[in-house]
């Protein structure tokens, strides 16, 4: 079992930056793929970014390209999304998960969620 934890949310004006980390334990995440999801009110979890397991590739939603950078440091079981140029959309839910799917996109192929942290933009 793998627990999960994220932390960083806040409320932060638009243009302004935040960085999320996702510690996890239980497990080492070493072997794992890593994403971030999000939800807000009303809508579907959709994804924003993810990392394989040995952090040599990353991928990116096209509404946050650009903008939010995903990261991991395996030595410290921790995965970290910075967002900058953060935009009133951006207000949501932010969920880390794990997966051994090779797709790192597809949030049903996540097996280990966390409870979420709240990023609340404002304009």
């Known amino acids: 079992q793998v627990q999960l934890v994220e932390s960083g949310g806040g409320l932060v004006q638009a243009g302004g930056s935040l960085r999320l980390s996702c510690a996890a334990s239980?497990?080492?995440?070493?072997?794992?793929?890593m994403g971030w999801f999000r939800q807000a009110p009303g809508k579907d979890r959709e994804f924003v970014a993810a990392?394989?397991?040995?952090?040599?590739?990353?991928y990116y939603a096209n509404s946050v390209k650009g903008r939010f950078t995903i990261s991991r440091d395996n030595a410290k079981n921790t995965v970290y999304l910075q967002m900058n140029s953060l935009k009133p959309e951006d207000t949501a839910v932010y969920y880390c998960?794990?997966?051994?799917?090779?797709?790192?996109?597809?949030?049903?192929?996540?097996?280990?969620w966390g409870q979420g942290t709240q990023v609340t933009v404002s304009s």
């Open positions: 998960a794990a997966t051994r799917n090779v797709d790192l996109t597809w949030y049903q192929g996540y097996v280990y």
């Open positions: 990392i394989t397991w040995s952090g040599v590739n990353t």
């Open positions: 239980g497990r080492t995440l070493s072997s794992y793929g």
